[in-house]
């Protein structure tokens, strides 16, 4: 398997810099050959000129990506000229945009996860509001403002709806143009970040067709809800392997919550490439992909 590791040895005090680090030393350790490519095409101008230094493969061969979440047409542009060099990623440019834009995946997982509305105005959100009532949860398609704390995340009503829909739309990046309005429900959490944001009860499972390679908790520190019975572990591997079938994503990234009820749910998906891995150690991860390769 190749490796396309956006890692530099630029000091960036941010943890997907750290964690884009470790997990390319932890590839490079286990014997994987890696390929540094930059960050953007600012310097570089196109993706053929950004993996000018790698050769071309004769044998069709397994690439893996290490970085930051992508722009789509970023993404295209380095899977194609990837093929180009005989090295074929994990997961084609829809794969990736299915598991990582929330409109995508939503229509597969739907009984599985909260109900959702996607909208695309402020204009919608009187809609959205009257089909799933107050509170809401609110994210972009790729990404929430759970950072900026539990008052970024969620709406009680019609006027800070329409406020949380305007600044999201803004962000481009974690939007894409659409904003998902959510059920809001009930995770069961010992804890609160120090933002105030629950830090409710979930796992991340890492998929490869179909097959758990790893999971972890999601939250950093210590925490007695980490800790899953024979049973709950089960439950919690098999609602994400579910949640895989529905998805047809080669690698994929799945969270798994509690409910207070005891209930586990599909919190959301990604594309693994670009996932964080939470507690999982990197070496352990990368030796499951190792097989695969």
Sequence with gaps: MIVLSESTEQIEASASASENKLMT????????KVYHI??????CGTAENALWHIPIYTKQTTG??????????????IYQAALAKGIELLNTP???????EFDLFYPHLQGLTPDSVVITSTQE?????ELLGFPVFIKGAVQSRKQQGWESCVANNQEELVKLTEWLLKLKYGSRGR???????KLRHQRLAPNSFPMGREFRCFIYNHQILKYGYYWDGKDDLSKLSQQEEKQVLNLAL???ECLRVPYVAIDIGQLKSGEWIVIETADAQFAGICHIPALELWSKLKNIS
């Design 25 to 32: 030393e932890a590839a490079q350790i286990l014997g994987f």
């Design 38 to 43: 930059p960050r953007d095409f600012q310097r």
């Design 64 to 77: 893996i990506w290490i970085g930051y979440i992508p722009e789509l047409e970023r993404y295209k542009a």
């Design 94 to 100: 829809l794969e990736h945009q299915t598991a990582l």
């Design 125 to 129: 959100c009187i809609k959205a509001g």
């Design 179 to 185: 904003v998902i309005v959510r059920k809001l429900v």
């Design 242 to 244: 579910l949640a895989s």
